[in-house]
């Protein structure tokens, strides 16, 4: 039996690392997400199906995955080219897949009104062309998408230029190129995953009080004596991690949501909030074993138990007998920091609320919704706005009290200030998710088209806090 991996509840903000326990039960391998490369054939089939996962050793839980019971594959496809994507719906209520961070049409982005029924199929082209980049796709059911997430239905997509060796970075997937996707994740006494939603969930989102990674729990990954290149997710519904390595060396920053840096960033703690993605190189050429941690996650202006506390993510541990790759960071990357020509000649203010206090029964009273933007929750009948295609806009976006990673259908953008100051390190990149803690201005150009009957989505990440009409949609014409 394993013992759990999880949350020190209630140990105090940005405990110290050396009260981490260590690592010292046998743990299983960490496995990757099963490899679906595409470069060459140019097409992919998923098949969304239900199955029984037992995440903990102790009983089986129903779970959804595509192509396998729980989560996805990593998709490999090429970073300009049209892919043929093939989607079967086997489960018995209807879902949708949507390309996170896909620079395509709003007629195939795979939102909330782009719904595959029980037993039917749908068959995107995806007309990919961007930098190459880690990507993510899953459900976006409107009202559901917290629960088919939880469920299983997501999975990375990588987008690939072929280039990775020419810069010096690591390429061998599950060698030196790990894919780890992070969730926290409720099980019940029996170990059975649990996924319920009540009004503290409703309002600051559902957070488990374990970790698991690319579904799995208590693993270990191995690796060479090289340098390694980790591709995160953060495919949690709501928990926001600051991620640390437990010896304190650096994490070194390559490529944000939309493609590679120019030169790496080293970073001793990272933000990642729920849809961002971040690839990093840590160098493990000392030969020692390290720990990837949150040191603390937190919606933080909210206080009360579970919002401060730590936890192990995964363990390494490096294998002198595998042959590194690749011994030294490299130095330049090749990509580009967004620098986008003029200011955005429109300007929309976005501001995200919940409900609190008498505000909430008012809320709720018109539309049963907790959330909105701008006062307004969501409405799939409603358009939210027109950009006119190939416009260059500023979005203002402010939070309240908790912190929401803001998200964008259709487009990359630049970060061009958080409260009033440049942007944090970690987002200088192009991107499509960010954490807003106060207030963000973004710059973004619309080149792709989106209908009204098939708009792109603005929304929260926080899939409870989208789910509960934190969300909007325009269209690009
Ligand atoms: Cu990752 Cu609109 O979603
Ligand atoms: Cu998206
Ligand atoms: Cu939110």
């Not at 960490?30 to 102790?58: E, I, V, Y």
């Not at 959804?64 to 892919?83: A, C, D, I």
């Not at 991690?241 to 070194?252: C, I, K, T």
């Not at 950009?387 to 912190?403: D, F, H, P, Q, S």
Request: neutral net charge; charged residues 15%; glycine residues 12%.
């Amino acid at each position: 039996m394993t013992t759990r991996r999880k949350f020190l509840a209630g140990a105090s903000a940005g405990i110290a690392l050396s009260t981490l326990p260590t690592i010292a039960q046998a743990q299983t391998p960490l496995a990757m997400p099963p490899l679906l490369d595409a470069t060459k054939t140019g097409r992919f089939d998923l098949t969304a199906q239900s199955g029984s996962t037992n995440f903990l050793g102790q009983a089986a839980s129903n779970t959804w995955g595509f192509n396998q019971p729980y989560l996805g594959p990593t998709l490999r496809v090429s970073h300009k080219n049209e892919v043929q994507a093939r989607i079967k719906n086997t489960l018995d209520e209807e879902i949708s897949v949507h390309w996170h961070g896909a620079l395509v049409p709003g007629d195939v982005d795979g939102g909330p009104h782009q719904t595959v029924a029980p037993g039917a199929q749908w068959n995107p082209t995806l007309p990919i062309n961007q930098p190459a980049a880690t990507l993510w796709y899953h459900s976006h059911i409107h009202g559901h998408t917290g629960r088919h997430v939880q469920m299983g239905l997501a999975g990375v997509m990588q987008l690939s230029d072929g280039l990775d060796d020419q810069r010096g970075l690591p390429s061998l997937y599950g060698v030196d190129d790990l894919t780890l996707v992070l969730q926290d994740r409720r099980f019940d006494r029996r170990g059975r995953a649990e996924y319920s939603i009540g009004m503290h969930e409703q309002m600051m989102g559902f957070a488990g009080d374990t970790m698991l990674v690319n579904g799995q729990e208590n693993t270990l990954a191995t690796v060479p004596r090289g340098v390694v290149r980790l591709r995160l997710l953060n495919g949690s519904n709501a928990r926001i991690y600051a991620l640390a390595l437990s010896d304190g060396r650096p994490m070194h920053l390559v490529a944000s949501e939309a493609g590679l840096l120019d030169q790496p960033i080293a970073l001793k703690q990272m933000t990642l909030a729920p849809g961002e993605r971040a690839e990093v190189l840590v160098d493990f050429t000392n030969g020692r074993d390290v720990t990837l941690v949150t040191i603390l996650s937190s919606n933080t202006s909210m206080s009360g138990p579970g919002s401060k506390s730590g936890a192990i993510i995964l363990p390494f541990t490096v294998d002198p007998t595998l042959k590194p790759r690749i011994t030294k960071l490299a130095k330049s990357l090749g990509g580009s920091l967004p620098q986008l020509p003029g200011t955005g000649l429109t300007r929309r203010e976005f501001t995200l609320n919940s409900a609190m206090g008498g505000g909430m029964m008012r809320m709720m009273g018109n539309s049963g919704n907790l959330h909105s933007i701008n006062g307004a929750p969501f409405d799939m009948a409603t358009i939210n706005f027109d950009v006119i295609l190939g416009a260059t806009e500023r979005w203002v976006v402010a939070g309240g009290m908790m912190m929401h990673p803001f998200h964008i259908h259709g487009v990359s953008f630049q970060v061009l200030s958080e409260n009033g100051g440049p942007p944090r390190l970690q987002n200088r990149g192009w991107k499509d998710t960010v954490l807003v803690n106060g207030q963000a201005e973004l710059l973004m150009r619309f080149d792709l088209p989106a209908s009204r009957e098939l708009p792109y989505m603005y929304h929260c990440h926080i899939l409870e806090h989208e789910d509960g009409g934190m969300m909007g949609q325009f269209t690009v014409s």
